[in-house]
């Protein structure tokens, strides 16, 4: 079977600083991936290389069988590919409802989800919505019950908790109907209980066909939600395989251990999660 997303040999390198070396895995589609290592192991460059925001020096990356090199992260968003960032990305002075109207309007303005209806933007601002206008709406308003800030659609975006912000995002990405959702580290910010929901909603946008490839540091979620793992230290694999094989993986141990005090925690989470 075809892999969903394929990173073939891929390098990137800043002049003589090398921040991933042949890195090379798939992910087949319906899977939950999470890509994982110790800050500064190459992770959101790698996200970078896959969305389009970075060119690898060597290697290219293939979604869907397509080739994404020379691609702009818009034409890369339109053949199904989106992402979230590691710091949120939300209009602070727009109501939660606006920011993910916004993106409706984007993605139509881009040609991008297939069916989707499109309004024009003078009829929204004149208030002459029309059928299309009302199926945005009616698709933001769904968006927002899904990922459970259906509650707070007309309070101001920046007024609300970083981990909510963090959840417009997630909400911004799903506007584009992606096939495969990448998020950079989508907990950060969450206490244990938002964290439980969030594991929730990537089930449930699993269950809806959209493979999930994420970067988190959150090690005991990780080992819950993940099919398989892949872990990255100094830009170069060194493990990959289900959390079963993580947790207990001689290198990744050592990868962590290595670190200082913030990866010796993060190496213990591991453990934890292993007997939990």
Known sequence: ???????DHVGVRFGGLVAIADLHFDV??????SLIGPNGAGKTTAFNVMTGFLKPSQGEVRFRGTSLKGLQPHDITRLGLARTFQRTSVFPDDTVFDNV??????QGASGGAPGMARASLLDTLLGRAGASEQALRARAAALLDWTGLGGRAREKAGSLAYGEQRLVGVALALATDPAMLLLDEPVSGMNAS???VFVRLLRQIRERGITILLVEHDMPMVMEVSDRIVVLNYGRLIAEGPPEAIRSDPAVIEAYLGQGSAARRAAAEVREAACA
């Open 1 to 7: 079977m075809s892999p969903i997303l394929s990173i």
């Open 28 to 33: 087949q589609a319906g899977e939950i991936v």
């Open 101 to 106: 109207m916004i993106g409706l309007h984007r």
């Open 194 to 196: 938002e964290t439980r």
